[in-house]
């Protein structure tokens, strides 16, 4: 069966004016759980690659510029 | 990141922990310790920093046996009643002796409890009997304490490794494990004299009401390997029909903190205000009432505060808004919930295993050896019942040390060669299709499947539909499955840890018949608990490549207890309405 | 490229080298990777970031050094807390707190007279759990300091060393002007047995703030002071019912038989956290008299309340 790409809007929102990943920081990345986050080829800044959340907030606890929120995923809020 | 290379290293080391969230650390740290000259290595599916269940911290300790507040004796003998007799007291008495000196200990690494005006442990009664509780509030420097003394003691940290199989040697002692890397797909043999498991509940058997895979009650990356994984190295696992059902805030499936709002005079009420749990403990009969009440006119249930000086409310709404579950503050905000004002709405969690909070786990004795020679596991996977985070931490530094000594007594295991080759071969076979279901899909399915018929009240019949309808999705499993990175790879090797804690649920539950533990084991078809025929541990294990249940005996009681005793417990209780 | 399969983290000399770069987020980043290293040899550089001239930079060192301990930390820290950046400086006093080698007090220990109010609330917060004997004498003049925080965390201080010699300091605080302090004071003397601290804790039931009556109702209890049973009694008229809760609590503890009757009449009241509460201590008490007030409530809604009601009774009977 062929694959479709179903959209799905995700909780974790970077702040790509705050975020330093560009100048080699990987915080948020490093401690997520669920390992859901990625530092983006394009913009250099970290955003949310795969909708699997645990809603926890390491990555916005330990994030050094408060450049992450985590909001409640939508299908519970 | 996340293309898959091809890739095979082996490392070797004297004990190999598997899992850095609670036990884990605490396991490694004492293994070093202990032995300064031994290779330590701490394997984690995320980063030992943030993992596992206590990621952002605990509101406290649930079981802190405390001299001058509780006793070891008595300890033992309410875990013993309130998981209704099927208890190997050892381990628990054991717990509860050595857990005063984790906790000061814990202490010396910068954990803080909670402590009066004159720095003694401010421990809150929470039950009738002991007094048990002791809140953490700044708990959410726990991980980083941790991650502190192991760099300290210079474990050797393996981040974002998933185990996925045991080796285990032609003698049939542990030999070590394999893994795979989470965002490479590039494996590690880790040869080892002796490992333990610490790879916390298997916390996506059950949906969660939302639907959404990820909100689950437990840390989401506790997907089940170390029950799975235990089971095909041939270890007894106990009690897995004993499932984990917490009551916790609905739709946001974080606890609703009995523990914490309890001793500030909060408490669970129906939709009349009223108080309606008759147990004491934390177990299956109180999640029984709760059900029983959820589902009769007088439901839905809430926790309620708002009786309490607005002051105390708000001071309870900030405990739990900020540790534990920091988000909750922010569920809370987009519902316009206030404790202060209202009453919040709860509701019982999907099913899982955790000896954490109930019973089920990989079975093991008073010095957390396994069934397997060399093979541990300590935490929420192993079978110590009612464990909670001090029962991890206790239990892991018994690992640790227990293995440690094994580790200098005995030589490195030979294991299958082809072992190795077979299961990365099973791991990447997702990685060879160019279409089919992935992994995500085939999930939702197992655990939808495992809402529909699994969750108690169990009906017999359901349960064998249940088995035969996950008998098909193994099938689309192992033929159809695909992965089109390392990171979906990961979720496909889940998956198949997932299947395999559904089938062992199903089968342990069908093996016991009769009802046992209030909600966890309510068995319709067989209504009455049986002393007589099932006043035993039921351990399953693999058998010929097959799934098999035994009987086996409870360890004679150290710590008797009085028929009344049972009697005044039993008294206080309310039927299942069947 | 080869598998890594272990943490790893270069010299800290390597890490320290991004102290010197241009961009202030380099310099944060090279803070975060300094801490992570878990290295006392870091200490020396994440301290010498609280002096970046970048208030971010030094903001992240002085998170970064509450994952250290020891007197060094401490000294840098003791830096952090002076900050002209109010987020530096919080941050500083949350990292001090988090230390536990006594040895660190000597390094904080002059703080405590810094002019700055906010700089002594946070070494004496800091000094609280290192229990330094050394710290007393700090601790006892900080009671009179002119600033409610800080005497606040002074008590602290002297609450945890438990000295008979400050119990006249401490009473003395049952009679601030702020209400913190005077509760704060209260739940300090719970460690003394003497008549006077009985005295200052009995006048602290008619203090205006009911968490201040509270506390001192539940140290009352706590302590086993007798002659507090009537004073306790005539708080069973208080305002509001969480202060009645714990003098019921209190008046159980000290098995007051005397109370029975007015305890009973608690057994009314509409919250059943109260109801429960009297239950219970009619138990503890157990007096025959509480039987009829008892029997009365055997089929009360609230199971609390019941559950206690039996154990109460089986109390008296046995
Ligand atoms: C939301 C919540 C609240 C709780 N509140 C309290 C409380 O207030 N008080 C209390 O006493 N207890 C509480 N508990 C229970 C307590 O936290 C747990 O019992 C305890 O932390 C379990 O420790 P563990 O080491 O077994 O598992 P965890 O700490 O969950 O660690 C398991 C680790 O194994 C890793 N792992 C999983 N699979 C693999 C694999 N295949 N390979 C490698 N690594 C793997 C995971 O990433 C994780 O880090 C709570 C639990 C939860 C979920
Ligand atoms: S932690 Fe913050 S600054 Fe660092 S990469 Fe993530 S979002 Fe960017
Ligand atoms: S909230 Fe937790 S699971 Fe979600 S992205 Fe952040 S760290 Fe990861």
Known sequence: MPLANTATSVPVVVDEDKCIADKGCTVCVDVCPLDVLRISDLTGKAYMKYDECWYCMPCEADCPTGAVTVNIPYLLK | MDDIRSGLSEVECDVLIIGGGTAGPMAAYKARKKNPDATVILLEKANVKRSGAISMGMDGLNNAVIPGHSTPEQYTKEITIANDGICDQAAVYKYAQNCYGIIQELDQFGIRFQKDENGEYDVKKVHHMGAYVLPMPNGETVKKALYRQLRRMRVLISNRFMATRLLTGKSGRAAGAIAVNTRSGEFLVIKAKAVIMCMGAAGRLGLPTSGYLFGTYENAANSGEGYAMAYHAGAKLANLECFQINPLIKDYNGPACAYVAGPFGGYTANSQNERFIECDYWSGQMMQEFYNELTSGKGPVYLKLNHLHEDTANHIEQILHTVERPTRGRFHDGRGTRYARDMIEMHISEIGFCSGHSASGVYVDEFARTTIPGLYAAGDMASVPHNYMLGAFTNGAVAGEDAIDFAAQVDFEDYDGEAIAAEQERVLAPTRREDGIPPNQIEYKIRRLVNDYLQPPKVTKKYEICQSRLAEVREDMQNAMIARDAHELMRATEVASILDCADMAAFASLFRQESRWGLYHWRVDHPERNEEQWKCHVLLSKQDGAMACEKHPIQPYIIPIADDEKDAYYNQRIQAQA | ?318
């Not at chain 3, 301290?47 to 301990?69: K, P, W």
């Open chain 3, 1 to 318: 490229m080869v598998l890594q399969p272990f943490e790893d983290f270069s010299d800290v000399e390597d890490l320290a080298a991004g102290l010197a770069d241009n961009d202030p987020a380099v310099r944060r980043v090279a803070v975060m990777e300094l801490a992570d290293t878990a290295a006392p040899e870091a200490i020396e550089y994440i301290g010498s970031a609280l002096r970046d001239e970048s208030a971010e930079v030094r903001l992240q060192a002085a998170i970064a050094l509450g994952e250290f301990d020891g007197p060094e930390a401490a000294a840098a820290l003791g830096l952090g807390l002076q900050d002209g950046d109010q987020r530096v400086a919080q941050a500083a006093a949350d990292s001090l707190a988090e230390l536990k080698d006594p040895q660190a007090a000597t390094q904080i220990l002059p703080l405590t007279r810094h002019d700055s109010a906010f700089v002594r609330a946070g070494a004496l917060r800091g000094l609280k759990e290192l229990r330094s004997p050394n710290a007393l004498t700090c601790g006892l003049k900080a009671l009179g300091d002119p600033e409610p925080g800080v005497r606040v965390q002074a008590i602290g201080v002297v609450g945890y060393l438990k000295p008979d010699e400050a119990l006249p300091a401490l009473i003395g605080c049952c009679r601030d002007i702020s209400a913190e302090v005077r509760r704060t004071a209260v739940g300090a003397l719970a460690f003394s047995a003497s008549p006077h601290v009985a005295d200052a804790l009995v006048g602290a039931l008619r203090d205006e703030d009911w968490a201040v009556r509270e506390t001192a109702a539940e140290v009352l209890g706590r302590s086993g002071f007798r002659k507090a049973a009537d004073p306790l009694m005539a708080l069973l008229d208080d305002s509001y019912w969480q202060v009645r809760l714990k003098a019921v609590r209190s008046l159980g503890q000290l098995k007051a038989v005397k109370a029975v009757h007015v305890i009973a009449a608690a057994l009314d009241h509409q919250i059943g956290n109260l109801r429960k509460e009297a239950a219970a201590a009619l138990g503890e008490i157990a007096d025959s008299a509480a039987l009829v007030y008892l029997e009365k409530l055997v089929d009360d809604p609230d199971p609390e309340v019941r559950k206690n009601v039996r154990w109460a009774l089986s109390r008296i009977a046995g």
